[in-house]
């Protein structure tokens, strides 16, 4: 990590433990402000100064995307959950086309993706209601991004893409199985802390 990279992250991390203060203390412009601003922090560190790597492009129009859909999902409204939803399924695909241009991944990875996949759809299935396509599209985009990330020769890649799928399953968890207050704070520091590491590839 380059030394301009470390005060962003720090921020990221502060900025997060305040929103989910804000969170469990029921203060929502608080919450909206820490959320955004954290959100923006790391597409700050995708655009600090240095020569562009191969990944560029694509990382840093996933970050953007992810800054929307963190910003639509502050809201409880199923139209603006639907919104968050679209943009990160935009950010997922953006990705995956970044990490398809240069990297090799191993087809048998395929295998304990589909599992992944199949394993969260059956746990999904039944709760989604109206909601099963979406979660089928956004599944899908998920399950190719993490795979083609695991060749990318960029262990903060790798790791980002895993992070990045392991907080989806607590959004997932708030939204269809068990709402509360637990789920964000296991999903969004997953969440951020991949975020970042996506961000720290881009150069």
Same mark, same amino acid.
């Given at each position: 990590? &380059?030394?301009? #990279? ?6 990221? %991390? ?8 804000? +969170? ?5 412009? $608080? ?7 954290? &959100? ?8 600090? !100064?240095?020569? *562009?790597? *191969? ?10 995307? &992810? ?15 639907? #919104? ?12 995956? #086309? ?6 090799? *991944? +191993? ?6 993706? %589909?599992?992944?996949? =199949?394993?969260? =759809?059956?746990?999904? $299935? ?19 991004? =993490? ?13 980002? %893409? ?16 068990? !709402? ?8 969004? !520091? ?10 720290? #590839?881009?150069?």
């Amino acid at each position: 990590m &380059s030394l301009a #990279a470390w005060p962003l992250t720090v921020a990221v %991390a502060l900025l997060v433990a305040a929103h989910l203060a804000a +969170d469990a203390l029921g203060h929502p412009t $608080w919450r909206g402000l820490t959320k955004v601003a954290a &959100s923006l922090a790391f597409v700050a560190i995708g655009l600090l !100064p240095g020569p *562009p790597g *191969p990944l560029a492009g694509g990382l840093l129009t996933g970050l953007a995307l &992810s800054v929307l859909g963190d910003a639509a999902l502050l809201s409880a409204r199923r139209g603006w959950f639907l #919104a968050g939803l679209a943009a990160f399924l935009l950010a997922h695909l953006s990705y995956a #086309a970044a990490f398809a241009a240069v990297g090799r *991944p +191993d087809p048998w990875l395929l295998l304990p993706v %589909a599992a992944l996949l =199949l394993g969260t =759809l059956r746990w999904l $299935w039944p709760r989604a209601g109206a909601m099963r396509g979406p979660v089928v599209a956004y599944c899908l985009a998920i399950g190719t991004m =993490l795979w083609l990330s695991q060749g990318v020769d960029r262990v903060e890649v790798r790791l980002g %893409a895993i992070l990045f799928a392991a907080s989806d399953l607590a959004v997932a968890r708030d939204q269809f199985v068990r !709402p509360g207050l637990a789920n964000r704070a296991v999903g969004l !520091p997953l969440y951020y802390a991949a975020q970042v590491l996506l961000a720290l #590839a881009v150069r």
